[in-house]
């Protein structure tokens, strides 16, 4: 609703004038004496008007009207209704870019909140690999440039939409509410503007730019013990550019190959690391362009390892999908990586990680109720790295059993009715996949997806990374679970501790080294480390997007100051006191 408030309350002292101002009035009263010749002035006083008789009250009261006015007019009122106002400042890669946008929309924040707190109450939102509140809704202005202080830039890609999504959950229904974002307008979908008012504030310039857009270490489908580094630099300029691409492998002598590239054009390099010991791949370009960020990449190597996964299962079609999987090798020893069960479940479970497809028997992690009959996908996590390359979208689920889930697990595919197809989950740090299908009356054998769907769960049960797993980036989030007294330091070389036993999901938005190792640990020294780069055309092209921003003045203020009709009203209350003073002094 709208009313009036006061941006300046602390003028409300100078209501203390009105004590001086009594004080004179009545002090001047009473400075008066009778004369000599007093009876003749009492006479001609007697016959004085009403007006004449009321002058002087009326002449103090229009001095403390005075003093009010100017009181109030000091105190700098506003009129309209208190809105809530969320900035979202974005703070990826492009943002850090040499012509410093992120510097520019930063300062831009700042003024905004001086306008809009005290006032309105104002929320900070960083849109980078994730979003982040940094401070909450409130009508502080020293609270918001305090979180605005430690607001830095990442090397993430731009995610507004999230950031959007974070802020609605801000706003409430009843109350006149605003989203400003604050952005140099790099980014890869349409806003998502549903029910907000949306402001965009664009920043930055056209930069030219020289980055590795592709960068990766995988395993050769030929043969899974070798390797190869796949490259991509990309050119986002106007002008030709030359640079050095340094490679340094280890064990081997830094390579420079030499790039030469036309406007918007792209160079491919393919290298192959046959026998190379385990340590940091580093691609480093020369150039001197505008974002520094992706003009490195780092890739941890390490000589192909062997997984020996254990099958309890005569069924040949499972068992030949397991013996066709590169670096998977079958076995029935105990000590295997991995225990794939079929249908039949014993108790106890075995030892070790658990990939069980089918179970036809409770446990104390699950109960089985019954079988399902014809059950359809009608929830799949294809963000979830245990279904990259894999589509269960058409799969056809014929047989099934509706099971109930009595641990703490991860539902990575369900039926209409909630029934978990595919779950995750851990106990007593064992790890467990549990695909509910039967495989002779589904097709999902059939696809060439189901390679892919073993070679995910046998990454993920065995821990290994010396499969097909892609290279991180500065958008990915890791988990870290299981550390007691660790601290996690990020490539800037600062340490965050970490807590005892809990899980925490950390966003490695910041190209280079991340590490994990005691507090006390000398900084060579690690428990795990995980390089992280950016390799996103997005945020490496600085050309102008075309898109529909605004300006800072056509942002609403919300209402209207009502100081300058304070000050006017003042001014005629003082020419009119001052009139009744010199008719006074003339008469």
Sequence with gaps: HDAMTFENPQAFWWFALFVPVLLLHFWHRRSEHDVGASMIWKRALARRTLWQRWRRHVS???????????????????????RDIVLILDVSASMSARYDAFSAAKSAAAELVDRFAERDHVAIVSSGSVAHLECALTPHARSLHAALEKVSPTAGPTRVNEALRVARNLLSDDRESLIVLLTDARFPNELDTTQVDLYVLRFGERGSNLGIVTSEVRRTMASPREQELLVRVANFSDEEAACNLELDVPGQDVAAIPVSLSPQAAFDYIAELNDTPKGLVALRLTAADNLLADNQTLHAVAPADVLRVRLLSDDRTLADALAALPLVELSETDDAAVTV???????????????????????????????????????????????AN???????????????????????????????????????GRRMLVLNTRLESSDLPLRHTFREFLLNAIRWLSRSDSMFSRSPTTADIVKLDGYRQRVLMPPNGSKLRLPDDQ????????????????????????????????????????????????????IPSGGFPCWPYFVWIGLCVAFSNWHLIQRRILE
């Design 60 to 82: 103090l009261a229009m001095q403390l009207l005075l003093v009010t006015l100017l009181v109030l007019a000091a105190a700098q009122p506003f009129w309209g209704s208190r």
């Design 341 to 387: 069960i079929y249908k039949q479940v014993t108790e106890p479970l075995p030892d070790g990680p658990l990939l069980l497809i089918h179970p036809e028997q409770s446990s104390p992690l699950w109960t089985i109720d019954g079988p399902l009959l014809n059950a359809g996908i009608a929830f799949a996590r294809s963000d979830s790295p245990l279904l």
């Design 390 to 428: 894999t589509d269960f979208r058409n799969t056809i689920f014929e047989e099934s059993m509706s099971l109930q889930v009595h641990c703490d697990h991860e539902v990575l595919a369900a039926t209409r009715n909630d029934v978990p197809l595919y779950f995750a989950c851990e106990v007593d």
């Design 503 to 554: 899980p925490t999901l950390q966003a490695i938005d910041a190209v280079g080294l991340w590490k994990v190792q005691r507090a006390d640990a000398a900084n060579d020294v690690a428990d795990w480390s995980l390089p992280s780069n950016l390799v996103d055309a997005r945020e490496s092209n600085l050309e102008i997007p075309d898109s529909s921003t605004t300006t800072m003045d056509l």
